[in-house]
Nanobody
Framework: QVELVESGGGSVQAGGSLRLSCAIS????????MGWYRQAPGKQRELVAT???????NYADFVKDRFTISRDNAKNIINLEMRSLKPEDTGVYYC????????????????WGRGTQVTVSS
């Protein structure tokens, strides 16, 4: 069984910082593109940042220079360091992995975590 487990959400005042983590539980052979998405109340889910297995990163314009995504390939963990948080950053943050090859040679695509709430107050 392979699951994505997020942690680190919470409440913070504007200007504060939070660190999100996502760990893949279960045994894997290959994990490719990993990333974070978020969904604010009443809005569609949107891309925040992605990182490849070679650590090439991509960020949404609204988080550039404020958020940093990182990855530990050995532990199958990604982190999202969020700084200078704004009230509009409030939402549920979801971990996503595009493709996972398990030790049983199964290919799992479009994998999502359950989400972690981030609330930024003004």
């Amino acid at each position: 069984q392979v699951e994505l487990v997020e942690s680190g959400g919470g409440s913070v005042q504007a200007g504060g910082s939070l660190r999100l983590s996502c760990a893949i539980s279960g045994r894997t052979l290959e994990v490719n593109l990993m990333g974070w998405y978020r969904q604010a109340p009443g809005k569609q889910r949107e891309l925040v940042a992605t990182i490849t297995s070679s650590r090439s990163t991509n960020y949404a314009d609204f988080v550039k220079d404020r958020f940093t995504i990182s990855r530990d390939n050995a532990k199958n963990i990604i982190n999202l360091e969020m700084r200078s948080l704004k009230p509009e950053d409030t939402g549920v943050y979801y971990c996503h992995v595009d493709r996972i090859r398990t030790v049983r040679m199964s290919i799992l695509t479009n994998n999502w975590g359950r989400g972690t709430q981030v609330t930024v107050s003004s």
